[in-house]
Each structure stands twice: as structure tokens, then as C-alpha cells.
């Protein structure tokens, strides 16, 4: 606290102050005595002495009035009276440039301490803090002292703006609640002109501003108020340097307008609640005008707020599945301020009749009159629980509105078993204690059930009337459906196939045969630097040679590496920028091509380029074939745009920085990777997580960074999915669960329909992610599905990095995940056998019945049959030698 304030008096009697560090200020002084120093430190906080400058004058003529008002307003004689008579005129007011030299503002820090005001807002327990106060005057006098002097006595913060450029920077900056601007002057600024230009402004919209105004003369009529408050004041205060005066006036704004702003403020997380909110809300006034609807309800009608908004409920079209007096027993309930709650039939603005659960409150407003009404909607299913509900409302009378709701409540309970439950029934009690089931048994019947749960209850039941055999039976169903890896094979011993068995096991497992003490960290890619990449070319400036080949990249047979070769194994930048400006993505993003070719260029350089399959060339085909699959018809009438640009940057970032290596190895290793994701989908989560950081980390090549926080989201939580579903071990469940709700469905409906539309049923949304996580899985390993050439080549790469890892393996003395690729002893054509029929056939067996694939299958039954005549030869090569 070494920067007290040095009290000077100029030659002139006046007394001002300045920082006791401001050593290199001439001083202007004689000195003071002792009382007077004490009693003001304090009086204002410090601030840093870099902005505190001495005041620009050291006398005024003034200054004798001031003091004389001063002590007879704010009581002489006492210590806090000295200290409020050296402030009137010591000025320790705070002073920095804002916007030229000559517009200043001065900042005070009241001395007065004033704790935080709580005020409430209903149920809302609000703190405000301090007022802030901005004078704007041109010229300092007595007014504006009165004022300041007033805000020094009330516990408000104060500054003083002394040009309408330094007003408006300062509001700004601090969002002031009270702006009082002299209208006294027009000279020296036009009052009117600041506040409009402050009214302009987001901030002013909870600010009260008060306009200072002369005098009238005795024989002139008051002017009217009318053309200020056009202007944008708030108040007219006539022109009364008592500091009382000032004090009452800001004291009153504070109790009215100003505690009125801050609880509107308030209201604004109420609306942002209400906005975010799953469920629809409606508030109408109390003659049914609608006044607010939040977003779930625009989804929920099909309306846009615009078209509802100002509205009438008796203007919106009626669904006719409702009895004739359902509207008539509404309106009777909530006009007797009664709460209302059923089911009804709305019709959404596409003409659909949808059911809802609607919640209707009425609001009590001013005069004990009800003054709005809240609707709260949900969707709701048409059930029998539904229709009971329906009719319990409609027999019930008003009186019986509460009972009716409780008696709904209390049976959805399902009998609980719960102690306090049973004991809160009181006549009930008896009863449900003789109903209390085992403990399994209350687990099967919760109120809400996982569908397996459902299933076991149905067989449960089914057994008690079955006979021994089948009962028999089916406890071996149950057996199998308790367990949790429903969708994964059981596969035979290893003597039967050990190929088929190491492959499938090294796939499908997590890596948790661990040695303990064996870390293994992979060399991550991630800190490249850009500069050593050449500059990226536009679309149009590729060389010719590559332009030829990107010319078939939309046929199937497009050979990824002869453009890999062309490239110089860069082939994902020059086939992104032509796929991704072929569906438009660039303007989907509204980013710029330039920002599209940098952030292809960081993907591609954080592919190991030295990894046999898992480089930027099988990220590349990897696009290829999702392009492939979203250019078909039913693929594209079952996705959005959206849709389509999430599945084609999920297949670009697919395997980026992929270390050549298998989870469960990185599992196996103690790897830092696996440590970090918990050995669970160690590296999609990782491809996933940094393809991201890459992109948002530099503007440069930031393709999100023009997109609305919404599209953002769903566009990020969609490539995530895709990406993590390219991991296998949960890959039969992905292939069933398409099979159960796509192919099922679609068959069904196709064969009752003569025509060959879009067959995708209920569950819009949940078939879409289905879809598209079919098409990036089908897409990741359709090498067996290529053509022969390409399907070959593909097959030795892959191979080439399985036994990579099994030398590692072994260098290493970690378990070896899959000894079949020995790199020594391997057949690559049984390995591609094991393969196809495990995982590859089943899938685009689903995939061709959605996508319709016919070349596909053909591509995949010859190379089928390539690998088995190998195979029969008990070749270890990947081709006939007759093909060598």
C-alpha cells in the first residue's frame, strides 16, 4: 500500500491530490497539515500508477463554493466529513487517453463500501453488483461535481466522458447502467446525437439514460418530454448542482428502472433455457395469442417461428382426430386458472396428424388475472395407456383434474417394492406387500426396459406352458442372450483353421494379452511443420498427367496407384480437391478452396508414408469408394448434404497418423496411445481426436471454422461415428444390426410395393448413422471387391505390414497376435480366403441389397475364385506363375 495519495494546496487555497509515486510531477504546493492527509487515504483505489496522471489544474475559481456546499451537505467537523471536503476538490479521479488526445475519461473508485445487492425475480435469486455511472460532459462545473460527488455517495462506480468519441468507447468497454449527459450546452456536443449513437449499440438496450436540461425561465411553459424520450432518454432531470438533489435522482433510478433492466437481463437465461430445451413450448397471451415458441416446436409443427409468432391458435390448421368438445373442456379448465393435461392431436404445417402429451398452465399475472399460458408438448405413441389417459381426462370433471393425474403417476409405478413407496399408499399397502417379487424378477419388470430385457420376459413366459423339450430349448436361448458379445462369432479350435482363427482373433480382440514391464511408443507424426510442403495447386492447374487419370475417378475400376505413382505418393490432395469439389463441400463449409487444399495437405502429411497399406494411398481409395457409394440412388435419398460431407472428411481422416501397427498390439505394448484411450478403440479414437486438433489449430486450414456451432456439432459427432465404426471388433454388430433394420425392412416393403422407392422406414435418424457407417466399413476394406490387379497389390501391402508387426513382435517379446503372418511360413492366398468369408462376404451381401452393386460382386466372386485356385496350388505367392 506504498502509493498513498501526496495532498497539495495550490497558491490559490484549492486542495488536490496525486499518487505518492508520481515523483517526477512539479509540485504545485506549500503543503497540508496532517488531519487532512489521513481521513483521505483510501477515499478511491489505487490503480496503476502508469495511468494516473496530475490533475489539469491545480486551482478553479470555484473551489471556495464546492467546499462551502460541501460541508454543509456531507457534515463538517468529523473525520469523514475533512475527507469528504478534501475530495470535492482534490479530484483523485483516474484519467487515460480513449480515442484523441483531448477526450479524456476519469474514472473514480467509490470509498464508500457496498456490498452486492441480491434481488429476486420470481423463483430466480439474482446478485447485482455495483452501478456504473458515466457523466458525459463537455466541460467540468458544478453540475457535473454534483453528480460525481453523488455516485461517491451512493457506492456507484463513476466515469466522466468529455467527447462523444470517448463516451461511447467507454460504454463499451464498462456497459454502464446510468449514462447522464448535459443537454444544457449544444456548443460543445449534440446530446441528442450521443444518445442515439449509444442506442445504437447491443449494451443500451438495459442502460437508462438521463438527460440534463436548464431551467425554464418563470415565463416560459415547461417543454414537453416527448421529443427526448424519441431521442432515446429515458428521464429529464433539471439542471440542480445540489449533490441531495443528484443523490436522490440516481437513487430513485437504481429502486426503478435500473432493478427493472436487471431482472429483464435476467430473463434472458430463461430464454436461452427454453431454447435448448428437448421438450416444445408454447406461451400464448391470455386471449390465446402465440408470443414465444421455442426451437423443439418449430421441429416438432414443421412451422418456422416467423409463421407463428403474432398468431392466433384458432388460425392453425386442426387436426380432425380430436372429439368435437376436447377444445371446449381445454378452455373451460384454464380459464378457472386450472391446470390442464392430456393428450391431442395437432397437425403439423406438412398436413400430419401427430399425438402429443400436452401440459397446459396458465400464469397469473398483474390484478390476480391470468395473463399467459404455457404449453409444454411432447411426442407421444397412440398406446392404450394413451387412450386411458384420453379418457380419464375426458370423463373427469374439473374437480377431479388432480386425482386423475395422480391416479396415472401412481400406476405407472408398476407395483415398486420400494419401503417408503409401499408405506406412502397407505390403503395400498397391504395389497402390494403381497405382490413383492424376487429380486430378478422386479428387474424384469422396471418401468423402463432395455429390449433384451423384454425379449428374456417374453421366452420366460413362454416357457411356463411349454412342453419339457421346448422349455429345454429354450433355456439354451436364454443362455445365449444373457451373454454380452451377442453379435460376435464363436469360432472353432485353431486346428480347424488357424488362419481363419488368428485373423479373426487378431481383428476382433482389444489386446489385453499384455506382458508387464514391455512399453511400446510409436514415433507420432503430429508436429509437422508446413513449410516443407510444396505450395498446393488449384483444381484447375493440376498437370496434365494427373488430370487424365482424375478424369475416371467415378468409375469403379479408377487405379489408385497409378496415381500414387504420378503424385509421388500424395495421391489424397489431388483426389480430395477433385471429389470434394464435385459434392460441393467447399461451399457446404462456405470455406474457400485455398483453406480446402491446405488442410487436405496437413492430413496427407500426417500419413506415415512409410507404412506398407496404412498410408495416404489407402486414405485415398478409402474416398474413392465412399464417393463411389453416395453416388448411388438410394444411398443419396437416404442421406442429406450433411450427410454426405461428414462420410467424405471421415474417410479422408479415416487412419491419419496410422503407426502400421494393430490395436492389439498397442495394447499388448503398453503403448501411450493405448494408456490413453484405455485400450479401447485405441487408435480410431486417435485418428479421430488429432484429425481434429490438426484442423482447428490453424486458422489457415481450419474448413469449420464458417459454419454455424450447431452444424459444427452434428457434422463433428457424425465423421466421429463413422471413424470409430471402422473398428472391428464391433464389426458383426454393425453388419447385423443394417441387416435387421435396413435390409429386413426394405425387403418387406419392396415386396408389398411395385415401386422401387426409398424403402427406409421408421427411425429416420437412427437408419441414416446405420447407413453411413455400412458405407465407410464397406469402403475401408473393399480391396477384395477391386480388380484383380488392384485387389492384388492391395493384399500384398496389407500382408507386407502384418509381417512388420510380427518381426516387432518378436524383437520385442510381446505376444504375437497373429503368428499365421509369419512372414516365412504365411499363405496369402488362405489368408484372403479367411478373410472374405468372415468378414467381407456377408457385408457387401448387405450393402449390394441397399446400394444395388452388381460390379462389386462380380469383382468380389472372381477374385474369390483367384485366391482359391492359389490356394489349391498351395501357392505362397500372390499370383499363378503362369501370371509371373
Known sequence: MGCAPSIHVSQSGVIYCRDSDESNSPRQTTGVSQGLAAPLHGLFVQTDAADAIPPSRASRPRGATRVRRARAE?????????????????????????????????????????????VRIGPMRL????????????????????????CDRAGYRCNIARTPESALECFLDKHHEIIVIDHRQTQNFDAEAVCRSIRATNPSEHTVILAVVSQASGDCEEASVLPLLHEGFNRRFMENNSIIACYNELIQIE???????????????????????????????????????????????????????????????????NRADLLDTINTC???????????????????????HVKITPVIGQGGKIRHFVSLKKLCCTTDSNKQIHKIHRDSGDNSQTESLSFRYKNRRKESIDVKSISSRGSDAPSLQNRRYPSMARIHS?????PITKVINIINAAQE??????????????????TTELYSPQLGTKDEDPHTSDLVGGLMTDGLRRLSGNEYVFTKNVHQSHSHLAMPITINDVPPSIAQLLDNEESWEFNIFELEAVTHKRPLVYLGLKIFSRFGVCEFLHCSETTLRAWLQVIEANYHSSNAYHNSTHAADVLHATAFFLGKERVKGSLDQLDEVAALIAATVHDVDHPGRTNSF???????????????????????????????????????????????????????????ATEMTKHFEHVNKFVNSINKPMGAEIEGSDCECNPIGKNFPEN?????????????????????????????????EYFAQTDEEKRQGLPVVMPVFDRNTCSIPKSQISFIDYFITDMFDAWDAFAHLPALMQHLADNYKHWKTLDDLKCKSLRLPTDS
Open 74 to 118: 456531507l457534515g463538517s467537523g468529523s473525520s469523514a466529513g475533512s475527507a469528504a471536503l478534501a475530495a470535492t476538490t482534490c479530484r483523485g479521479r483516474r484519467r487515460h487517453c480513449c480515442s484523441s488526445a483531448e477526450a479524456e475519461t476519469q474514472t473514480s473508485y467509490t470509498s464508500v463500501k457496498v456490498s452486492s445487492a441480491e
Open 127 to 150: 446478485t447485482q453488483d455495483p452501478i456504473q455511472v458515466l457523466l458525459i460532459f463537455a466541460k467540468e462545473d458544478s453540475q457535473s461535481d454534483g453528480f460525481w460527488w453523488a
Open 255 to 321: 429502486h426503478g428502472e435500473v432493478r427493472s433492466q436487471f431482472k429483464l437481463r435476467a430473463c434472458n437465461s430463461v430464454f436461452t433455457a427454453l431454447d435448448h430445451c428437448h421438450e416444445a413450448i408454447e406461451i400464448t397471451s391470455d386471449d390465446h395469442v402465440i408470443q414465444y415458441v421455442n426451437p423443439a416446436l418449430e421441429r416438432m409443427m414443421g412451422y418456422p417461428k416467423g409463421e407463428l409468432l403474432g398468431k392466433e391458435l384458432a388460425e392453425l390448421p386442426k387436426s380432425d382426430k
Open 334 to 356: 384454464i380459464k378457472k386458472g386450472k391446470e390442464w393435461q392430456g393428450v391431442y392431436y395437432a397437425r403439423r404445417k406438412s398436413g400430419d396428424s401427430i399425438q402429443q
Open 446 to 450: 422396471m418401468t423402463i426396459e432395455a
Open 465 to 482: 406352458n411349454s412342453p419339457v423339450t421346448v422349455a429345454e430349448a429354450l433355456d439354451r436361448v436364454l443362455e445365449i442372450l444373457r
Open 666 to 724: 498397442l495394447c499388448n505394448a503398453g503403448s501411450e496411445l493405448a494408456v490413453l484411450y484405455n485400450d479401447t478403440a485405441v487408435l480410431e479414437s486417435h485418428h479421430t481426436a488429432l484429425a481434429f486438433q490438426l484442423t482447428v489449430k490453424d486458422s489457415k486450414c481450419n474448413i469449420f471454422k464458417n459454419i454455424d456451432r450447431n452444424h459444427y456439432r452434428t457434422l463433428r459427432q457424425a465423421i466421429i461415428d463413422m471413424v470409430l
Open 768 to 800: 441414416q448413422i446405420l447407413i453411413k457407417r455400412m458405407m465407410i466399413k464397406c469402403a475401408d476394406v473393399a480391396n477384395p471387391c477391386r480388380p484383380l490387379d488392384l485387389c492384388i497389390e492391395w493384399a500384398g501391402r496389407i500382408s507386407e
